[in-house]
C-alpha cells in the first residue's frame, strides 16, 4: 500500500475498495495538509459551492425591484443554470478519474470563484443570467470531484459518514445558503453586495484549502475520450431505473418551485414582499429533504421511494390549496411535505440504483440519473416562466403544482406496481 498519510496507513483510494486503483503518493516538497483537516476543507468547500447556487433565491425580488425586469427572466436566470450545471456534469463529470481530483476541484472552485465576482459587479439581469451560467459550469465540474474526494479523505472507520456527507450536502448547502442571503437580505441595506463578497472570500479560501489538499486518485490514461458525454443505464438496472423517473422528475420539480417560483408567487399571491420569508421556505424544504436522506439509512429503497413519491404528491396537491385561496400557512406544509418526498426520493433511487451496478459503470448511470433530473429542472423553471407574462403568476403557480402532482402520483402508481412485481418474482 502506498502511504499517503506518512504514518504506514494504506490511503482512503487503495484501501477502500474504490476502484481498485492507488492513491497518488504525494510529493514531500508540497505541504499538503493532513488528511482529516483536507477531508473537514473539501467538506465545506463542497457546502459552499451549494450555498452560492441557494444564495440568489431571495435575492432575485431585490434585483427586480431595482432594474425592473419581468418575471420571467427571473426563471430564466434559474433554468439556464441548471442546464449549464448538466451540461458540465455529462462533459466534464467523470474526468477527475483520469486527471487526479485535485487540478479539477482547483479548477471548478477557481471557476466558482469567477462566478461569485461576476455576481458582485452585476448591473443588469444579463449578467445575472451570464454570472448563472457561469456558475452552472463550475457547480457542475465540482460536483463528481468534490463528492469523490470527500469519501476518499474520510477517515478509514468514517466510510459511511463520508457518504452521508457527499448525499446530504447538496440539500444542505442549498438550504443554508437561501436562509443566510434571506436574512441579510431583510436586515442589511446593501445585502446582495454583501452576500457575494462573502462568497468571494469563502470561494477563495475553499480554492486555496484545494491546492493543500493531498490527491486521493492516480492518473490514467483517456481523460480526452472522458469529455464525449456517455449516458447509459446497465442492462441488469433499467427496469428499476424507468420506475423511479416519475420520482426524480417531480424531485426536481420541487427543487425548481422552492427555488425559482416560489419568491415570485409570494410577492404576486400573497403580497409577501420581505426576502426572509422565501428563504425561510427554502429552508424549511430542503432542511426536511436532508433530515429524511440522514435518518432513513435503514429503509428499503423502493420504500423510500414509494414514500417520497407519496409525500411529493400531498405537498403538490397542498401547494394548489394554497396558491388557490391564497393561504400562506398551507406553503410551510408544502415545505415540509414536498421536501422531505424530495428527500427520500433521491435518497431511494440513489441507493437502489448504484449497488446494483459494477464501479466502471457508476459515472454513466450518475449521466442518466442527472440528466433527467437537471432537465426536469431547468425546462420546468423555464416553461413556468414563459407562461407568467401571457397568463399571470396564479394560473402558472397553480398549473405547476398539478402537472408536478401528476408526476408524483405516476411515481406512486409506478413504484408500488414495481414493488409488487418483485415480490411475485
Given amino acids: 500500500m502506498i502511504d499517503a498519510n506518512g504514518d504506514g496507513r494504506p490511503t482512503a483510494a487503495s484501501a477502500d475498495g474504490m476502484g481498485g486503483r492507488r492513491a497518488p503518493r504525494p510529493s514531500t516538497r508540497w505541504p499538503y495538509l493532513p488528511r482529516t483537516v483536507g477531508f473537514a476543507g473539501i467538506s465545506a468547500a463542497m457546502v459552499a459551492v451549494l450555498v452560492a447556487a441557494g444564495a440568489p433565491t431571495p435575492l ?84 463528481s470531484a468534490l463528492s469523490a474526494a470527500v469519501v476518499e479523505l474520510a477517515p478509514e472507520r468514517r466510510k459511511k459518514f463520508g457518504a452521508m456527507m457527499a448525499s446530504v450536502a447538496p440539500l444542505a448547502g442549498l438550504g443554508i445558503g437561501a436562509l443566510f442571503a434571506g436574512i441579510l437580505a431583510q436586515f442589511v441595506s446593501d445585502a446582495a453586495v454583501t452576500v457575494w463578497l462573502v462568497l468571494v472570500v469563502v470561494m477563495a479560501i475553499g480554492t486555496v484549502i484545494t491546492v493543500f489538499t493531498p490527491e486521493t486518485s492516480s492518473r490514467k490514461p483517456g481523460a480526452v475520450a472522458s469529455l464525449v458525454p456517455r449516458v447509459s443505464v446497465p ?52 432542511g426536511a429533504g436532508t433530515v429524511v436522506s440522514a435518518v432513513t439509512a435503514a429503509v428499503r429503497p423502493h420504500r423510500l421511494r414509494l414514500v417520497g413519491a407519496s409525500a411529493m404528491t400531498v405537498g403538490a396537491l397542498l401547494f394548489i390549496g394554497s396558491v388557490g385561496a391564497e393561504a400562506l400557512p398551507l406553503l410551510w406544509a408544502v415545505a415540509v411535505f414536498s421536501g422531505a418526498g424530495l428527500g427520500a426520493s433521491l435518497s431511494g433511487t440513489i441507493r437502489g ?51 408536478n402532482a401528476i408526476v408524483a402520483l405516476a411515481g406512486v402508481v409506478v413504484t408500488s406496481t414495481t414493488a409488487a412485481d418483485h415480490r411475485q418474482a
Wanted: aromatic share 10%.
Fill in 60 to 143: 432575485w425580488p431585490i434585483y427586480e425591484k431595482q432594474w425592473g425586469f419581468p418575471e420571467w427572466e427571473l426563471t430564466l436566470a434559474f433554468g439556464v443554470y441548471a442546464l449549464a450545471l448538466l451540461v458540465a456534469i455529462l462533459v466534464i463529470g467523470s474526468l477527475s478519474d483520469h486527471i487526479g481530483r485535485r487540478p479539477l476541484m482547483i479548477a471548478a472552485l477557481a471557476v466558482e470563484l469567477v462566478a461569485m465576482v461576476m455576481f458582485l459587479s452585476a448591473s443588469s439581469i444579463g449578467w445575472l443570467i451570464a454570472a448563472r451560467i457561469v456558475q452552472g459550469v463550475a457547480t457542475g465540474a465540482a460536483s
Fill in 235 to 286: 442492462p441488469q438496472v433499467r427496469g428499476v431505473f424507468a420506475s423511479t423517473l416519475p420520482g426524480t422528475i417531480s424531485a426536481f420539480m420541487a427543487m425548481a418551485l422552492f427555488l425559482g417560483l416560489v419568491p415570485i408567487v409570494l410577492g404576486a399571491v400573497f403580497a409577501v414582499r420581505g426576502p426572509v420569508v422565501g428563504a425561510l421556505v427554502a429552508f424549511v424544504a430542503f
Fill in 353 to 403: 440504483l448504484v449497488p446494483e451496478v459494477k464501479p466502471h459503470e457508476r459515472a454513466a448511470l450518475f449521466a442518466a440519473i442527472f440528466l433527467v433530473a437537471y432537465l426536469a429542472l431547468g425546462v420546468s423553471a423555464i416553461v413556468a416562466g414563459q407562461f407568467i407574462g401571457p397568463v399571470g403568476v396564479t394560473s402558472v403557480a397553480i398549473s405547476f403544482g398539478i402537472v
